[in-house]
């Protein structure tokens, strides 16, 4: 769907992008993490035709961007991380003045706005002044707004911010709904939690450049795969703890109360026949398992030089 090539953008002397290549493809739900400065918002107004870089090209569907800008905004939905401020104007007169930027009669606008403020739950605020909401619910109706030319393509910029918990939950089922549907969706968050359970793959971008990207089930397991073992325990003798030292595949035991954690370059298999031979040596163990990785830990992993 989304291909990047070379992409440079500077800002004075700031370098906000400085190579950036990468992919997303048709029906992904994107998750793109990286700290503040990165180069996150300015590649989206990028994509979203907001801003232009000063080289390199974005391909959407197969076409480039450059010089098809007008044209591509009838296929893209676009939540800045800043909503801006609209004084006087209701909510139902926000969403009408949007559909009719799209081409949509008086009825028809009436209709998608309806549509709408239903799908996302805001129909009581139809009559509301949109500058006297929240944070989280101006963020709901930047949603909304964004669904309004039905786009194939969603570049959402910090969504969830400023939304009480209930409203992120509806939101990231409302995503993961229409990425069924088959939309592809770039969205950007400071959770990573939150990203790695509602995406489907991530690209992590540090200093305007790729980090890494890929599948995100994919990623954590081999991550998890390379974390160490945590073992908790009942009893552990000191013939179990020579054991453990002996094996020939454990480093560096770690050990706390009751606990133990340990770097182990075996199989699973080979981890079975040790924990087999601890138990027989006496130990009474409660759990045994490879710390489960981590968007978080990734993250810090990945950006730390």
Request: include cysteine; charged fraction near 25%; glycine fraction near 10%.
């Amino acid at each position: 769907m989304i291909q990047i090539f070379n992409l440079r953008k500077t800002f004075g002397d700031y370098p906000a992008l400085c190579g950036l290549t990468m992919q997303i493809g048709d029906g992904e739900l994107f998750g793109f993490v990286g700290p503040n400065g990165a180069g996150k918002t300015t590649t989206m107004k990028i994509i979203a035709g907001l801003l232009r870089a000063d080289s390199g090209d974005v391909f959407i569907g197969g076409r480039r961007l450059a010089g098809n800008v007008r044209r591509f905004k009838e296929e893209i939905g676009y939540v800045p991380d800043f909503f801006g401020v609209y004084d006087n104007l209701k909510v139902q007169e926000y969403m009408e003045f949007y559909a009719s930027l799209y081409g949509m009669s008086g009825r028809e606008a009436r209709r998608r706005s309806g549509e709408l403020l239903e799908m996302l739950g805001m129909t009581q605020w139809r009559d509301e002044l949109v500058d006297s909401m929240s944070r989280g619910m101006k963020q709901k109706l930047c949603i909304a707004r964004a669904l309004v030319n039905d786009p194939r393509l969603l570049v959402l910029d910090e969504p969830f911010s400023g939304m009480e918990p209930r409203y992120r939950m509806q939101m990231q089922e409302l995503l993961q709904e229409l990425c069924a549907e088959g939309k592809t969706i770039l969205i950007s968050s400071h959770n990573l939690r939150e990203l790695s359970e509602l995406c489907t793959n991530i690209g992590i971008i540090d200093r305007g450049r790729l980090l890494m990207q890929g599948n995100v089930r994919e990623i954590l397991r081999q991550q998890t795969i390379s974390n160490p073992y945590i073992l908790h325990y009942v009893r552990f003798p000191e013939a179990a703890l020579q054991l453990l030292k002996a094996h020939e595949k454990v480093k560096n035991i770690a050990k706390q109360e009751n606990s133990l954690s340990f770097p182990f370059e075996g199989t699973r298999e080979e981890a079975a026949e040790l924990l087999t031979g601890l138990i027989s040596a006496g130990a009474e163990i409660s759990s045994f398992v490879r710390e489960e990785g981590s968007l978080e830990k990734l993250f810090l992993d990945v950006t730390a030089t």
